[in-house]
T-cell receptor, first 112, second 114 residues
Framework: GENVEQHPSTLSVQEGDSAVIKCTYS??????FPWYKQELGKRPQLIID?????GEKKDQRIAVTLNKTAKHFSLHITETQPEDSAVYFC???????????FGKGTMLLVSP | EPEVTQTPSHQVTQMGQEVILRCVPI?????FYWYRQILGQKVEFLVS????????KSEIFDDQFSVERPDGSNFTLKIRSTKLEDSAMYFC????????????FGPGTRLTVT
């Protein structure tokens, strides 16, 4: 099955700084890579995703990059704000399946 | 915007009791999932359901677990004889099409087994 590793487990930044979270995956045939944000006690919510036919995708302050050769993808948040504080999960499906394997999560703390 | 809904929001049960967690997926979605999240840990896949049958299940989803879509709207997860280690947040999710699309998560049911 798919194995997803995520680093770091916690990340503390000052407001306005950038934050980068990295994930690696094991199944070279995986073709879809979502990132979810989970606030305390809430549901995971998709914030951005990327498919394997592109190397980068941006949505305002959030971007995701994908390196298929190295089997890793990263979440980049620029100009961080306190409301970005949450746990972020990367995920990947096993090739041919839709079910997601999640990373262990990164707790992002943005200090004002 | 349509959302996945789940009931109850919190369920407390005694060890050995049966529980049924209920979900109403988004109406035109075709794929349905149950995930669980033990407090402070990652989200773990339990089972996926498509075309009125289980399409995939994890090693967590043993004989104590079952899923049903009893009518055109509800999707249920039953745990026959709960154990202490079943205590977790259970999320239902649905997806409109096949692989490579967003899975929409429900708000979760917190199950506490005492």
């Amino acid at each position: 099955g798919e194995n997803v590793e995520q680093h770091p487990s916690t990340l503390s930044v000052q407001e306005g700084d950038s934050a980068v979270i990295k994930c690696t995956y094991s199944d070279s045939a995986s073709n879809y890579f979502p990132w979810y944000k989970q606030e305390l006690g809430k549901r995971p919510q998709l914030i951005i995703d990327i498919r394997s036919n592109v190397g980068e995708k941006k949505d305002q302050r959030i971007a995701v990059t994908l390196n298929k050769t190295a089997k890793h993808f990263s979440l980049h948040i620029t100009e961080t704000q306190p409301e970005d504080s949450a746990v972020y999960f990367c995920a990947a499906p096993r090739a041919g399946y839709s079910t997601l394997t999640f990373g262990k999560g990164t707790m992002l703390l943005v200090s004002p | 915007e349509p959302e996945v809904t789940q009931t109850p929001s919190h369920q407390v049960t005694q060890m050995g009791q049966e529980v049924i967690l209920r979900c109403v997926p988004i109406s035109n979605h075709l794929y349905f999932y149950w995930y669980r999240q033990i407090l402070g840990q990652k989200v773990e896949f339990l089972v996926s359901f498509y075309n009125n049958e289980i399409s995939e299940k994890s090693e967590i989803f043993d004989d104590q677990f079952s899923v049903e879509r009893p009518d055109g709207s509800n999707f249920t997860l039953k745990i026959r004889s709960t154990k202490l280690e079943d205590s977790a947040m259970y999320f239902c999710a649905s997806m409109p099409y096949g692989t490579g699309y967003e899975q929409y998560f429900g708000p979760g049911t917190r199950l506490t087994v005492t």
